[in-house]
């Protein structure tokens, strides 16, 4: 019973940190930047050059205002260049951004570590690490240069107005923010935009919903959803989760051979009490049911407590959060915060609720099968 409380207390605990860990690295990724949907010029994905952008961004947002699942959406413009201080230079990736509508989609406002959001047209946003890197700070200029539509190098000098801290290192070393105004007039974009960035009401319905914004906008732009863009990452979760399902198998077996182990000696430390049910009349079925029975109490009795201390812990850590910032710089670089929260499903408590008792009643078959083959006779004169 002991073992099975903490197997269970364990694995429940572990669970949910699995889930919490990748759930996190997915909703920074999505809450950062990419969005749950992504609307784009045709060809934009597979080359992502500032000509490749929507002419007519006036006729998406009219569209999108009709659509009822959109909750947010936030036209952007987006291309690559380099930033450069009085000190050093960086490429960067520049993203022109509606400040009211993108604060509704994103985080970045509230990542904000120093300074203030983008407010007017000569405001920059950087990253912790390009501050760094570029030796800026608050009300410092810094010039980005870029390509425009027409192929020309364009230039452009613009005052720090933030510093944000994401949970990416690589993400504050490479994106910057300026408003799409601002964007507009140095790239030549004339009102054009390169993406819209939509929140939706359930993520449960992306591939639906992006069905839906296709046959809405037609076939000349391009919809992607965070699992499109996101691949990897998608692959990671799925992964986590074979591996809870190789852990419970691990420790299934363990507690399967203890099970085994406790039965059986259950069972020929009463070979006599047992030898006399079996002089009285008793059947082999009564017997066989008998000993599973106690080994099914023995393993609901450990999953209950083992699933209270569980909980216990669960509700502990899902309020004051795991602190990881010893590992600070390696999670940043996996993109997780140093603080880890654990999360619960129905999942998790439903296998936490079949798996030990199933396991127990498994692992008392075999020690059952042993004492229906006793015989009366030689069992009530066993010492």
Request: hydrophobic share 45%.
């Amino acid at each position: 019973m002991t073992s099975i409380i903490i197997g269970n207390a364990s694995i429940l605990l572990y669970d949910s940190i699995a889930i919490g860990f990748t759930s996190q690295k997915l909703d920074n990724e999505i809450g950062t930047h990419v969005s749950h949907i992504q609307i784009n010029s045709e060809g934009y994905n597979d080359n992502k050059v500032i000509g490749n952008k929507i002419d007519n961004p006036e006729l998406v947002e009219k569209q999108l205002l009709n659509i009822p699942f959109v909750a947010n959406y936030s036209p952007r413009i987006i291309t690559f260049g380099m930033v450069t201080s009085a000190e050093n230079s960086s490429g960067a990736r520049l993203v022109g951004i509606n400040p009211d509508k993108e604060s509704r989609i994103t985080s970045i406002k509230s990542l904000i570590v120093k300074g203030e959001y983008v407010g007017n047209i000569s405001d920059i946003l950087i990253g912790t690490d390009m501050a760094e890197k570029l030796n800026a700070d608050i009300g410092d200029k810094i010039v980005m240069i870029a390509a425009a539509v027409d192929g020309s190098v364009q230039s452009e000098l613009f005052r720090v107005c933030g510093i944000f801290r994401s949970s990416s290192s690589e993400f504050n070393k490479n994106y910057v923010y300026v408003h799409i105004e601002a964007a507009d007039i140095m790239l030549k974009m004339d009102k054009a935009v390169t993406q819209f960035a939509l929140v939706i009401d359930n993520t449960e319905n992306t591939l639906y919903y992006k069905k839906t914004i296709t046959n809405v906008l037609g076939q000349e732009y391009e919809i992607f959803t965070y699992a499109d863009l996101l691949p990897l990452l998608i692959v990671y979760v799925d992964l986590a989760k074979q591996i809870m399902i190789i852990l419970y198998i691990i420790i299934g077996i363990a507690i399967l051979f203890g099970i085994i182990n406790t039965m059986l000696m259950s069972v020929f430390e009463r070979i006599q009490e047992i030898g006399v049910l079996m002089s009285v009349g008793m059947r082999n079925n009564k017997i066989f049911l008998m000993i599973v029975q106690e080994a099914f109490l023995l393993g609901t009795l450990g999953t209950l407590i083992g699933m209270i201390i569980g909980l216990a812990f669960y509700y502990y850590f899902a309020s004051t959060g795991i602190d990881l910032s010893s590992f600070s710089e390696s999670l940043e670089s996996f993109g997780i915060g140093t603080l880890i929260y654990p999360i619960l499903d129905q999942t998790i408590i439903l296998r936490s609720l079949i798996i030990m008792p199933l396991t127990t009643v498994i692992g008392a078959i075999y020690p059952a099968i042993k004492a229906i083959k006793l015989q009366p006779t030689e069992a009530m004169r066993y010492i």
